[in-house]
């Protein structure tokens, strides 16, 4: 969200949607759209959630490739 990168939603239904992250709940994640339409997605209807690089962003990627670090905002659990 605060890159304000454009990113690829492939829900499980096959439908491609591209656009900006602009806001996100427990449920749902908000997406607008070319022209600034806003969309709500339910984030149990996305398969798949990349960059314009082919970068996945989904969890089960990231627990395995581990290709970040943490921000120095982290707060730890203990």
Known sequence: M????????????GELIRGII???NR????VSL????PVAILRHSIYDLRNKKG????KSFQ????DWERSHL???EN
Do not use: A, N, P
């Open 22 to 24: 602009t806001g996100f």
């Open 55 to 58: 970068r996945c962003f989904l």
């Open 2 to 13: 605060k890159d304000q990168e454009v990113v690829f939603f492939t829900l499980l239904e």
């Open 74 to 76: 982290f707060v730890s």
């Open 63 to 66: 627990e395995e490739h581990r």
């Open 34 to 37: 070319k022209g600034g339409i």
């Open 27 to 30: 449920h749902e994640i908000t």
